[in-house]
């Protein structure tokens, strides 16, 4: 070890000079900073403008999903009980949210757009019961909102994926 | 000098300090001590905070003030597990010596001229004995036994290795800051702390003829509270956290609050020592300025101590063995004695 008293006395001084600076962490609870467009949060399940599901159970995503985490129980439609536009539709739609690793293999996997991931990301819970998310739950808007960061600044037009192939 | 003679307490005046006046004195200092302890956690986590851009603790409390409130609780409900092949007595005895020589050296320190107070005389320190500096450093080597044993007691691999390096630590460090205090004892001719600080009064602060003192004093004060950049100890990168691996909630607490305490009585001797005790600086204010004299003081040593903490980065274990035996003790050595040779020669 070579002592360098000069050079321990700068590092003082940065230190000390730091105090007079405003701390740069983001106090969570009271401020949340916006998410990207593009975040991957909790999902949503979508309908058409009639009314009818997008979803018409053919569980792809479930296939698509690396955590297994997704449940699609798929039942026929009639003419009576009509839930989505195609032959069959989602009976029980279900996602394990304590399993889920956001990786939004689901969404590209769905040939109707029927599933997304959102961005509320707040989606702690006292019970692991509550972390399982149901048809009606995904189908409903979000309780809590999130601030976006806007699409314009901090989005591409086209993903890329889409724009290369 | 008999051994009883060493344990009564003086007072200039010839008055004998009534024994209530004492124990209500231990009481206060005790918990005025423990109370320091916890908000210099506080105001340590905040300094070290704001040196790295952050906020720290804020959210017990306004500015975070009940933190040391909200830790004690945490610890106190905490499960008091033990490892099953722990030595039950030596490992419950480990933080109780640690903690209990912590609070004892305090006592010694003093912190005002004394006063009289309607007839009862209430003395500038608990306890003012004539041998104060070399009780400061026996009990303080007892206190090493708690952790050591504490370690071995554990029985655990990384407990035992920290309790290795803070032994090795403590007691190569130990001849540095005896040797360091020693131009002072010198200088003063008196090991009674109420005579250092009465042989500063008038004239310079023992910091500027022992200035080299004080700075080995200083580094070797670090190293013996095992903090940064000597906190080697308790490094997380190698062990897991040092003597105390194996222990939880308030025993964790018990060996926490010891190192706290020594670092704030450390604190305190150096004031004594070097800069003038409870005296201010050519103008001592008021009788009950004392105290504050003394607190303010202190209060910039701890801050230099936390400063050191957020600057410096960890040494390795050949550096700091280096450092303690090649530099400080030589220095220290070199500073005693030519002391004595300048006191002798004028």
Redesign the interface.
């Known amino acids: 070890m070579s002592p360098q008293p000069l050079g321990t006395l700068k590092g003082f001084a940065v230190t000390f000079r730091q105090i007079f600076r405003k701390p740069i962490t983001q106090q969570y609870p009271e401020y949340k900073r916006p998410v990207y467009p593009r975040f991957r949060g909790r999902h949503r399940l979508w309908k058409h403008e009639n009314g009818l599901e997008k979803c018409v159970g053919c569980s792809l995503c479930a296939a698509a999903c690396p955590a297994d985490c997704i449940r699609v129980v798929a039942e026929e439609n009639t003419a009576e009980n009509r839930v989505s536009p195609g032959e069959r539709y989602a009976r029980i739609y279900e996602i394990n949210m304590s399993r889920c690793i956001f990786c939004g293999y689901c969404e590209l996997a769905c040939p109707f757009d029927a599933i997304t991931l959102g961005n509320e990301f707040e989606i702690a819970e006292y019970s692991r019961d509550d972390l399982i998310y149901t048809k009606d739950m995904l189908l409903a808007e979000p309780i809590k909102r999130v601030p976006v960061a806007s699409r314009e600044r901090f989005d591409t037009p086209e993903p890329s994926y889409k724009t290369r192939s | 000098m008999t051994p009883t003679a060493l344990l009564t307490t003086s007072t200039p005046l010839g008055v004998e300090v009534a024994w209530w006046v004492s124990l209500i004195q231990a009481l206060v200092i005790i918990n005025l001590v423990m109370v320091t302890f916890a908000y210099l956690t506080l105001a340590e986590r905040k300094?070290m905070?704001?040196?790295?851009?952050?906020?720290g603790p804020n959210r017990a409390g306004p500015y975070g003030l009940l933190q040391p409130i909200a830790d004690l609780l945490k610890l106190l409900n905490k499960e008091s597990f033990q490892p099953a092949a722990a030595i039950d007595w030596l490992y419950i005895l480990g933080p109780f010596l640690a903690a209990f020589t912590a609070l004892t050296t305090f006592s010694v320190i003093p912190y005002g001229p004394g006063w009289n107070v309607g007839g009862v005389y209430i003395p500038g320190q608990v306890a003012d004995v004539d041998i104060a500096l070399i009780l400061i450093f026996a009990i303080g080597s007892v206190g090493i036994y708690g952790f050591i044993v504490g370690g071995w007691a554990s029985d655990s691999k990384y407990a035992l290795l920290g309790s290795m390096r803070t032994c090795a630590q403590l007691v190569s460090y130990e001849v540095s800051l005896a040797l360091s205090v020693l131009g002072v004892v010198i200088m003063a001719e008196s090991l009674s702390l109420t005579d250092i600080v009465a042989a500063q009064d008038g004239t310079l602060w023992y910091a500027v003829p022992q200035f080299v003192g004080l700075v080995v004093f200083l580094l070797a004060g670090t190293a013996e509270t095992a903090r940064a950049p000597f906190d080697l100890p308790e490094a997380e990168q190698e062990l897991v956290a040092g003597y105390h691996t194996e222990y939880g909630g308030m025993r964790f607490g018990l060996y926490s609050m010891s190192e706290y305490i020594n670092l704030i009585t450390l604190s305190g001797l150096c004031v004594t020592l070097f800069l003038g005790g409870w005296h201010g600086p050519g103008w001592d204010g008021a009788a009950w300025a004392g105290p504050l004299w003394f607190i303010g003081k202190l209060v910039v040593l701890l801050y230099l101590f936390i400063?050191?903490r957020?600057?410096?980065p960890r040494?390795?274990y050949d550096?700091l063995m280096?450092?303690g035996w090649k530099?400080l003790l030589p220095v220290a050595t070199l500073n005693a004695v030519i002391t004595a040779v300048v006191v002798v020669a004028i």
Do not use: G, H, K, S
């Open positions: 300094v905070a704001r040196m790295q851009l952050r906020y400063w050191m957020t600057t410096l040494l390795r550096q280096r450092f530099i």
